[in-house]
């Protein structure tokens, strides 16, 4: 065995993650359900002025205690950024839903987010769609709080999030009236 053939041996394949189990849910007319398990804070407290301000949508932030975002509605993925850190959902009654995973995070290019699906797909709510590793976008130096908004609000009245507080994947997180 020569020098060559132990590098090779020494560089182990990278192995893809596990794709994680989708979570039972129960979806409602204009609801958006918690992609993302963790702590809900106002938008007002979002780490970036743009999400805070609302400029893209009303909603809510969650502080993730765990790093899998799944589809808070059934409908259709209508965008899914190439490196994985944001997605679009429009359910069947017309509510648009942006999912952004962090803040400045397109910088990593990708780096720490796994995709388990793609635009175009139909979801259905509870279904995996990003996994993200928070570790590593901190390390990045990014925060990794994870925007839940309502993309096309000025349509509606109102857009209610529910209060401040723990929140668990799958349960009711905004109404839409």
């Not at 970036?48 to 790093?67: H, K, N, T, W, Y």
């Not at 994985?84 to 359910?91: I, M, T, V």
């Not at 388990?116 to 797909?121: L, P, T, V, Y």
Request: charged share 20%; aromatic share 4%.
């Amino acid at each position: 065995m020569g020098f060559f053939d132990k590098l090779k041996k020494a560089a182990p394949a990278k192995q893809a993650p596990a794709k994680p189990a989708a979570v039972a849910c129960t979806p409602q007319p204009m609801t958006v359900l918690c992609p993302v398990a963790g702590e809900a804070v106002a938008l007002a407290d979002a780490p970036d002025p743009v999400f805070a301000e609302g400029m893209l949508g009303q909603g809510i932030v969650i502080r993730p205690s765990g790093g899998v975002v799944y589809a808070p509605v059934d409908g259709e993925l209508t965008a899914m950024m190439g490196s994985g850190h944001a997605a679009g959902l429009k359910s069947p009654d017309g509510v648009e839903v942006l999912i952004h995973v962090g803040v400045d995070t397109v910088e990593m290019k990708g780096e720490g987010f796994t995709m388990w699906a793609k635009q175009g797909d139909q979801v259905k709510a509870g279904q995996p769609i990003i996994s993200f590793d928070s570790a590593k976008i901190k390390a990045a130096g990014h925060p990794d709080e994870v925007m839940v908004l309502i993309s096309n609000t000025a349509e509606y009245d109102a857009v209610e999030p529910v209060a401040p507080g723990p929140v668990s994947v799958g349960q009711p997180v905004i109404t839409v009236r």
